[in-house]
Structure formats: C-alpha cells, structure tokens
C-alpha cells in the first residue's frame, strides 16, 4: 500500500504563488507515475497535471498551461505542482495520486486510470 500526504494549500491572494508537496510513503514511487486532481464544492474531481516515472513526460490541463508545473524527486519519494498567478477559480481541494504503471497518456486525465490518492490539501485565493 501507498500513503500519500499532501501538504502546502492554504488562503492566499491572487495573483500570488504555491507549491505543494505530496509526500509518498509505504513504498518507494519512483517507478510510479504521478498526478495532480482538484475538486471545487459542487463540481467533479478534474484534472490538473500528470508525469512519468523518470518525470520526462509531463501533461498539464490545458487551461492551466503555463501557470502550474509538475514535479517530483524520486530521492524524496515526493511529487510537487508549482502554482503561479493564483486565481480565485483556482480554489479548490488539490489531491496527489499514484499508479503503478509508470507512464502518462492523454488517458491518465481520467481519474478511473490512477491506484492510489492523498486526503487533499484545501487552495483558496482570494479576489
């Protein structure tokens, strides 16, 4: 089993910038392909951003293009997204997932594709 913790949300403005971190634990995730899921109260879990195992693959939602980064470091069994220039639509319940096959597609923005999931870290920018 894998555990994830996700860490790093918070109330900021917009316009301003977050990192968050998902720390793996129970098993090393360096052969794991990773992602990045937001929920908004009342809407569905949507995508945000995947990568490969070796992290040379990435996607990213299209409207988010440009302004979140996915990351990670297999030493530190950790996957990050880098968000800049905060929205208020940004707001939302950010969660960190896993799998254990260890590429990304176009198909890895379906939730239904992924192993395992964090409990969430709550974003909210403010106007």
């Known amino acids: 089993q894998v555990q994830l913790v996700e860490s790093g949300g918070g109330l900021v403005q917009a316009g301003d910038s977050l990192r968050l971190s998902c720390a793996a634990s129970g098993r090393f995730i360096s052969s794991y392909a990773g992602g990045w899921f937001r929920q908004a109260p009342g809407k569905e879990r949507e995508f945000v951003a995947s990568?490969?195992?070796?992290?040379?693959?990435?996607y990213c939602a299209e409207s988010l293009k440009g302004r979140f980064t996915i990351s990670r470091n297999n030493a530190k069994n950790t996957l990050y997204l880098q968000m800049n220039n905060l929205r208020p639509e940004d707001t939302a319940v950010y969660y960190c997932?896993?799998?254990?096959?260890?590429?990304?597609?176009?198909?890895?923005?379906?939730?239904?594709?992924?192993?395992?999931w964090g409990q969430g870290t709550q974003v909210t920018v403010s106007s």
């Open positions: 990568i490969s195992s070796t992290g040379d693959t990435t």
């Open positions: 997932t896993v799998k254990t096959d260890g590429r990304v597609t176009t198909t890895s923005s379906f939730t239904s594709t992924w192993s395992y």
